[in-house]
């Protein structure tokens, strides 16, 4: 939703105020109606959802728990006892799978594709248990848990050519229709708790819309609702059956309802296709801890004791080096870690949160090269500073927010994120451009034979963004092997 509040929070407000005063010296994928948008769901079959552009970061063991742990928990509701994640969903479908070609030419490709599973496990791990709460209170078809298999191979940076991100691949119109905020600081639909919730909300919206049929709502999550309904419509009046197996629909979307099912049943019985499932503990991996106000990621890692890779894989929807400033102001963390985490913050100083520079404007400077130099945007550096105009004078400071790690210790906390999105097509390679000294986004597209608006998604930023030399751009081209 579009985001019209001053940028910082109260207890920004008053750190600044401190340092003016203090300082002396030198921050589905979806649409609701009408034509499909291209998303990671498109590809046939299930080959490119664990695409190689899109990089595999372990995670260590750091306060998780591994796969092999022998942990038994009550499953609520069930009454049963269980030490493994899958039973439970297993438990817990609701789904009919038919006979059906299309369904079988999804469980060959698995099938015969022995390692796809296991990869896809590990990607699951950290977030399963979460989603697996969130579908259960809501009593929804646990064949839904595994959607982000197709979605996104469970990989929550996952984006792709149609702007779909997250583990449940949101294009940005619907994310901001579910309450999926986007902004400089931060990206909802990454947000593993917040995008979950949303992409359950919109599935339930649109198993209503269609009387309860989970097989027309899945197919309206890719297609979106518009093109089902004109489907239902047409086959209507031809006389014709209106089920989802009926329905003249885009190929994508054939696809991917049977590509759920088919997952599905594959994980029912792996056994019976020759395949294992590595169990996962029926447990939560990580637990939501509210942090008040904004925090230094680098920082907020170190306080916890734990890996700063493993971190951003858990709060994968926050794009800097710091949290929002306008919240959320919650932070994910392994179980293990948490009381760690809460002890050592609850001693540290409000002003140990983030670190500032008091910066003298020199002559020559204007607001742009200032941000630019100092990796902040131009919207940013005049809200922290209260100017309305872009007028400065030499001589003035300016406050400005700083990493507390060089830049590149941020790879996938930044914008740079954003280029990594899952391919829809083997021949594209990426390709790392460092700018030069005189480059702009126009020249770099040109030699590359893209547009310069695609370019800047790429890599989160705008197309007016002034580039700073020896800065690295992700470019997609097409390979001609």
């Not at 197919?219 to 989802?244: E, H, M, P, W």
Request: proline share 7%; net charge positive; glycine share 8%.
């Amino acid at each position: 939703m579009p985001f019209s509040r001053t940028l910082f929070s109260p207890f920004v407000s008053i750190l600044l105020a401190v340092a003016l005063v203090g300082c002396t010296g030198g921050l589905t994928v979806r649409q609701p109606t009408g034509a499909t948008s291209p998303t990671v769901a498109q590809q046939t079959p299930l080959e490119q959802t664990d695409s190689e552009n899109t990089p595999l970061l372990s995670l260590g063991t750091s306060g998780g728990l591994e796969a092999s742990t022998p942990i038994i928990s009550q499953n609520p509701g069930s009454g049963l006892q269980t030490s493994d994640l899958w039973d439970r969903i297993r438990r817990g479908y609701q789904l009919r799978v038919p006979d059906n070609r299309r369904v079988e030419h999804e469980i060959s490709w698995i099938a015969s594709h022995r390692d796809y599973l296991e990869r896809v496990r590990r990607h699951a791990r950290p977030y399963l248990y979460f989603i697996v709460e969130e579908v259960e209170k809501r009593g929804m078809p646990m064949e839904l848990a595994l959607l982000p298999v197709v979605e996104s191979a469970f990989q929550p940076f996952a984006y792709s050519p149609g702007h779909a991100s997250g583990l449940w691949q949101f294009i940005p119109s619907t994310g901001r229709m579910y309450g999926l905020k986007q902004d400089w600081w931060y990206d909802g639909r990454r947000d593993v708790v917040a995008a979950t919730r949303a992409a359950l909300d919109y599935l339930s919206s649109l198993a209503a819309q269609f009387d309860g049929d989970w097989e027309l709502a899945l197919a309206s999550y890719n297609a979106g609702a518009g093109n089902v309904g004109r489907a239902i419509r047409n086959n209507r009046k031809q006389g014709k059956a209106t089920d989802f197996w009926s329905l003249d629909l885009p190929r994508e979307t054939e696809g991917y309802v049977p590509r759920l099912l088919a997952v599905a049943k594959v994980v029912a019985s792996p056994e019976s296709y020759g395949l294992a499932l590595t169990p996962i503990p029926d447990q939560p991996y990580f637990s939501t801890v509210e942090i008040g106000s904004q925090l230094d990621l680098t920082l907020a890692a170190e306080i916890a004791g734990m890996q700063f890779d493993e971190l951003l894989l858990l709060n994968p929807g926050f794009k800097r080096w710091a949290t929002d400033p306008e919240g959320p102001h919650r932070i994910n963390l392994p179980i293990g870690r948490v009381d760690r985490f809460n002890t050592r913050l609850s001693h540290l100083a409000p002003d140990k949160r983030l670190q500032w520079k008091r910066y003298r404007i020199r002559n020559g400077d204007n607001l742009g090269s200032i941000a630019s130099r100092h990796g902040i945007t131009l919207g940013m550096l005049k809200q922290i500073n209260r100017l309305k105009g872009n007028r400065i004078r030499a001589g003035k400071h300016l406050l400005i927010p700083l990493s507390s790690q060089p830049p590149d210790r941020y790879t996938l906390a930044n914008g740079q994120r954003l280029a990594l999105p899952q391919s829809n097509n083997h021949s594209n390679k990426r390709v790392t451009h460092a700018v030069q000294p005189g480059d702009n986004l126009w020249d770099i597209a040109r030699s590359y034979h893209v547009n310069y608006k695609t370019l800047a998604r790429w890599n989160g930023i705008s197309p007016k963004s002034t580039l700073r030399p020896g800065q690295k751009l992700v470019v997609w081209v097409k390979s001609r092997t």
